[in-house]
């Protein structure tokens, strides 16, 4: 059964920074590139980093330069390194495969206050 655990989410000032890492099991890590995904209040879900099996990456304009992606294949974890903060990457961080399957873990709270 595939489930996804993110963790690592808090409060943070502007300019902080946070890493999330995200726990897979049932073997999505195995298949699939991997991504994060956020969701502020009143906004669509939107994919902001993925990491290809092989380890290229990709993100997405508002993030690059300040986010970066890994894996760890070993323990079948995704993380999120996050630095240089702002306001506006408030949401609820969420990790999925690339394309997502339709499941979706708890996600984790990332505040960042002014």
């Known amino acids: 059964q595939m489930q996804l655990a993110e963790s690592g989410g808090g409060l943070v000032q502007v300019g902080g920074s946070l890493r999330l890492s995200c726990a897979t099991f049932?073997?999505?890590?195995?298949?699939?590139?991997m991504g994060w995904y956020r969701q502020a209040p009143g906004k669509q879900r939107e994919l902001v980093a993925a990491?290809?099996?092989?380890?290229?990456?990709n993100y997405a304009d508002s993030v690059n330069g300040r986010f970066t992606i890994s894996r760890d294949n070993v323990k079948n974890t995704v993380y999120l390194q996050m630095n240089s903060l702002k306001a506006e990457d408030t949401a609820v961080y969420y990790c999925n495969a690339v394309p997502n399957y339709n499941y979706w873990g708890q996600g984790t709270q990332v505040t960042v206050s002014s």
């Open positions: 990491i290809q099996m092989g380890g290229s990456t």
């Open positions: 049932g073997g999505i890590f195995d298949i699939h590139a």
